[in-house]
């Protein structure tokens, strides 16, 4: 009679034992899946990011200076031209000047410039913003040159 309850009891514990372990593994395939599916996009988007960069490049002159370049992007107008680009710039040195951005095409045919006032205190950097004229459009694989 006693093995008789023991019975169902035994065999209530290995089907609860098995649920738990096909539970755990469905959530380590699923997190396999998951971190492969992250992969993938993180590849696409760098993909596309490279296809799709405009080279940003500091002159000598401003190098000398001791003007250094960091995070760059870009922001598009209204009319969906992407025309500024906002660039940060760091220096240990002070620096009152005019800066001058001018970009080229794929083919290296200048396509637009700007400038705005530069004052750099000494030991800082800053996010400076730079709108081409409206009918600058910065194309992929393009490149703007600051002087």
Request: charge should be negative; include cysteine; charged fraction near 25%.
């Amino acid at each position: 009679m006693r093995s008789l309850v023991l019975i169902p009891l035994v065999l209530l514990s290995a089907c609860n034992w098995a649920g738990e372990k096909t539970k755990s593994v469905l959530n380590k395939g699923g997190e396999l899946a998951g971190s492969a599916a992250t992969e993938v996009i993180e590849g696409v988007t760098t993909g596309i990011e490279d296809t799709w960069s405009v080279d940003v490049r500091l002159s000598e002159d401003l190098k000398v200076q001791g003007l250094a370049l960091g995070k760059t992007s870009f922001e598009s107008d209204s009319a969906g031209r992407t025309n500024t680009l906002i660039v940060y710039l760091s220096s240990e040195r002070a620096i009152t000047d005019t800066l001058t951005a001018v970009a080229y095409d794929q083919a290296g045919a200048e396509m637009g410039r700007t400038s705005i006032p530069l004052n750099i205190p000494a030991g800082s950097g800053d996010f400076h913003l730079l709108r081409f004229q409206a009918y600058t459009d910065l194309e992929r694989k393009g490149r703007v040159e600051l002087r």
